[in-house]
C-alpha cells in the first residue's frame, strides 16, 4: 500500500512486523514467516496489520507480488496503489531485494465506521536494491522515514485486509 514514494517503484512507507501465530501451510512456500502467517488471520487488527505488513514486505523483496492479494481488500484504494507497482515490477522482471518495513505505535482508533477498524501506525523502510532478473542492481531505493499514517482495515473471508491507507491525524 503506498501512501507517498519510497525509491524507484516506490513501494511506500509502511511494513513489516512480526509475533505470534501458526504458519498456514499454503504460506509455507512464499518466505512469508510463520509468525506473520499466524498474524494474517488474527481477529486482533493490531496483530493482523503486523501480519500484513511482512507479508507485502516479502511480496516486493522476493517477487512474490501474487502475496499482494492477501494483504490488499479487492477493489479498494490500497489494491489499486499495489497494482500499479506490481505491474511495473513483473513487466520488467525486477525484485526489491532487502526491502523491508516496520511499524510501530500502533493503535486501534475510536469511532471507526461501522465495518472497518482503522488502525494508527508509525511506518519506516529501510533501503533496498532493484535488481533485474539476472541478478543486477537497476536502482537504489532510498529509506523512509518514520512518519504516521492510519491504515483502513475491512474484513474479507473473515480476515482483516487493508482498503486505505491515509495520512496520520
Known amino acids: 500500500v503506498r501512501a507517498t514514494g ?5 513501494p511506500g512507507a509502511w511494513g513489516a512486523g512480526a509475533d505470534a501465530g ?7 512456500a512464499t518466505g512469508v ?3 506473520a502467517a499466524g498474524q494474517l488471520a ?17 511480496a516486493f523483496s522476493s517477487g512474490r507480488l501474487e502475496l499482494l492479494d492477501l494483504v490488499n481488500a479487492p477493489g479498494s484504494a490500497a489494491a489499486a496503489a499495489d497494482a500499479g507497482l506490481k505491474a ?3 513487466k520488467s522482471g525486477h525484485v526489491l531485494a532487502g526491502f523491508t518495513s516496520s511499524v510501530s ?3 486501534v482508533q475510536p469511532g471507526s465506521p461501522p465495518g472497518q ?28 522515514a518514520a512518519r504516521n499514517l492510519r491504515l483502513v482495515l475491512v474484513s474479507v ?7 486505505d491507507v491515509l495520512p496520520g491525524a
Open 33 to 35: 514467516p510463520a509468525a
Open 117 to 144: 477498524v482503522v488502525v494508527a501506525v508509525t511506518s519506516a523502510t529501510s533501503p533496498y536494491e532493484e535488481k533485474d532478473a539476472s541478478g543486477a542492481v537497476v536502482a537504489a531505493g532510498t529509506p523512509v
Open 22 to 28: 501458526g504458519l498456514d501451510p499454503g504460506l509455507a
Open 105 to 107: 505505535n500502533l493503535q
Open 42 to 58: 488474527s481477529a486482533d487488527p493490531i496483530q493482523a496489520v503486523q501480519g500484513l505488513a511482512a507479508v507485502r514486505s516479502v
Open 157 to 163: 473471508d473473515g480476515q482483516w485486509r487493508i482498503t
Open 88 to 90: 511495473g515490477l513483473q
Open 6 to 10: 519510497g525509491g524507484p517503484a516506490g
